[in-house]
């Protein structure tokens, strides 16, 4: 089973900027950033492809786009998630999770997903 570690996450006030890091121990065919705030449930931010296609394609739930850029160094198996604008509604706790089938469908569906790192922390006050 693929091993995640999330990291860089802290607290920044609204308006401001993050990366959070996930050194895996391999690239899967799908990578996924979650993220899930007390009381609510285990969502779906952004997704990238590792199907071969050039660049590799990428996904972003309707509350993040334009704000959140997901990427990844394949040479390292490190995925990134860049955060721009932070909102207090961006507080949660954010996880990275992995699986060798391809991401669509259904990469906003949590339970799809065996790998899963511990979890950073994002606090973002105004």
């Known amino acids: 089973q693929v091993r995640l570690v999330e990291s860089g996450g802290g607290s920044v006030e609204a308006g401001g900027s993050l990366t959070l890091s996930c050194a895996a121990s391999?690239?899967?065919?799908?990578m996924v950033w979650f993220r899930q705030a007390p009381g609510k449930e285990r969502e779906g931010v952004a997704a990238?492809?590792?199907?071969?296609?050039?660049?590799?394609?990428?996904w972003y739930a309707d509350s993040v786009k334009g704000r959140f850029t997901i990427s990844q160094d394949k040479a390292r198996n490190v995925l990134y998630l860049e955060i721009n604008r932070t909102r207090p509604d961006d507080s949660a706790m954010y996880y990275c999770?992995?699986?060798?089938?391809?991401?669509?469908?259904?990469?906003?569906?949590?339970?799809?997903?065996?790998?899963w790192g511990q979890g950073t922390q994002v606090t973002v006050s105004t």
């Open positions: 999770a992995a699986d060798w089938r391809l991401c669509e469908p259904g990469w906003r569906r949590p339970g799809r997903f065996d790998a």
């Open positions: 391999a690239t899967t065919s799908c």
């Open positions: 990238i492809s590792n199907d071969g296609r050039f660049p590799a394609v990428s």
